[in-house]
């Protein structure tokens, strides 16, 4: 079975957040089940694109609109990611340093896609199934089906994946002449509220769509940024499957990112070596129990409260626990947050910033990590944390609820009904009580290092899925 799987981001190549983590994992463990899955995604300017061997395996030209555009294939030599990795690049549109955030935005990824399918074309490639991550590939299926020229892929099935619907693509209609010719009876379809609407139209279109958990689904058809409805109708069709994480590169007995490696037999031990270390450059107590915030400056992650949470758990005792906070983003949150940090709080220290090789530390070396997140489609960071031994604290929603089961309730994990900030210090609260009884905090490490979140399991879902559609 031929699958190709389109996304802008994929890890190690280009990474933003857990889209890059899925893309860089999911066709590894369907190769290793004998799909031959390979990943198309835009030319970056960037370590990865420039340390690997490439080779040109296609060149082309179309228009959109009246600009003509040239586009290269880019093919990785060595197989380095254990799957066939593809990178288009169009000078002057795709082969810039970031993934998000120009202006031309929406322009970049109707030209990814166009010329995905010219290439098909020129070459005849007619794949199994292909599978669109997010909406920067929403229009894929529609073109697939509608387009005049590359009608020829209407058969092919595809398969959609929601990682973060919040998020839709939104395009005014003006753009819409920049689109490959279509069959104008069909407009309808990329239509949602009088703009194009991507995400719309990747589940409008797609045989079948997937979310990254199971209780992100069941929010979706509630609350969806104005889509819920949407997601309700096509119901038929959807499917959670919980993402997995990548074992190969998230693992504490082999992670070499580490001050020091352990497993589940000595992890406490081993989290104190790279707690110990951790604190020879920040200002935290490797004495205290740690507590750690990594993610995205961003209102969905819950990362405005943070300041309130910190103050109020620093007031009136510093020297109860250490808190580190890794993240970027929104710059009012990391104002409020700098502005904690000139205050001068005890056992607290912050990296603005986006660092891989400290996130990794920082799983290692905390005793919690905390995701107050209002929205959370799947979240890895949670799973992460428990393969490193690091007991979660998460709001109850969407893949949180799926995957951390309360202390309270035969779990393993410390959750919280609402993101009040009195029902947020009580679950840290409750933790560093659990804390405080070492051979039980000690058992639940072992407990939640040895809980199976492989790509294995997920990975053969999305294979039983692509069966029957085709
Ligand atoms: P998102 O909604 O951001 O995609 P996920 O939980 O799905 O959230 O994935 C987040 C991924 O990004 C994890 O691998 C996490 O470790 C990583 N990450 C987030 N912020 C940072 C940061 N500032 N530095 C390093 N890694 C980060």
Not at 53 to 69: A, D, P, R
Not at 106 to 111: L, M, S, V
Not at 395 to 401: A, F, I, N, P, R
Request: glycine share 8%; with cysteine; net charge negative.
């Amino acid at each position: 079975m031929k699958v190709f799987h389109l996304s802008v981001e994929c890890y190690p190549v280009a990474k933003v957040g857990g889209l890059a983590d899925v893309v860089g994992a999911l066709p590894k463990y369907q190769t290793k089940l004998g799909v031959d899955a390979g990943v198309i995604m835009p030319w970056y300017d960037r370590p990865f694109v420039r340390d690997h061997k490439f080779s040109v395996i296609h060149e082309g030209t179309f228009y959109q609109g009246s600009e003509l555009l040239n586009y290269s294939v880019y093919h990785e030599e060595n197989n380095t990611l254990g799957f066939d990795l593809y990178l288009i690049k169009i000078p002057g549109k795709l082969d810039r340093q970031e993934v998000y955030c120009y202006p031309d935005e929406g322009e970049q990824f109707i030209a990814f896609q166009h010329a995905i399918l010219h290439w098909f074309k020129q070459e005849m490639i007619i794949p199994d199934l292909v599978h669109c991550h997010d909406h920067h590939v929403g229009l894929m299926p529609f073109l697939m089906k509608y387009s005049n020229e590359y009608n020829f892929l209407a058969d092919v099935k595809t398969v959609a994946t929601v990682h973060n619907g919040q998020y839709q693509g939104w395009t005014h209609w003006s753009k819409a002449i920049l689109l490959p010719g279509f069959d104008s009876w069909k407009w309808g379809l990329l239509d949602w509220d009088g703009v194009i609407n991507p995400l719309a139209v990747l589940i409008k279109c797609c045989d079948a769509y997937t979310t990254v958990s199971e209780g992100y689904l069941e929010e979706l058809y509630v609350e969806a940024n104005g889509l819920q409805q949407l997601f309700y109708d096509e119901r038929n069709k959807s499917w959670g499957i919980v993402n997995g994480i990548d074992w190969e590169i998230w693992d504490p007995q082999t992670d070499y990112t580490l001050a020091g490696n352990y497993g589940p037999a000595n992890a406490f031990e081993g989290k104190l070596k790279n707690k110990r270390a951790l604190a020879q450059q920040y200002k935290i107590d490797p004495d205290l129990p740690l507590l750690v915030f990594i993610g995205r400056f961003a209102t969905e992650k819950g990362a405005d409260l943070l300041p309130d949470i910190v103050s109020s758990l620093t007031a009136n005792d510093p020297n109860r626990l250490s808190i580190f906070i890794l993240g970027a983003g929104d710059p009012a949150i990391q104002s409020a947050i700098k502005a904690l940090i000139d205050h001068g709080i005890e056992n607290f220290d912050v990296f603005f910033g986006y660092d891989e090789k400290l996130a990794h530390w920082l799983y290692a070396s905390a005793d919690f990590l905390l995701m107050p997140s209002r929205v959370e489609p799947c979240g890895l960071n949670q799973l992460y944390a428990m393969k490193y031994g690091t007991l979660p604290i998460v709001h109850q929603v969407g893949g949180l609820k799926d995957t951390v089961i309360d202390l309270q309730k035969d779990g393993y994990g410390v959750g919280f009904e609402t993101l009040d900030i009195t029902d947020i210090r009580s679950a840290i609260g409750r933790s560093l009580q659990f804390y405080e009884n070492k051979t039980e905090f000690e058992g639940n490490q072992h407990r939640i290092m040895n809980l199976d979140f492989s790509w294995d399991k997920s990975a053969a879902k999305y294979i039983s899925l692509y069966n029957q559609l085709i």
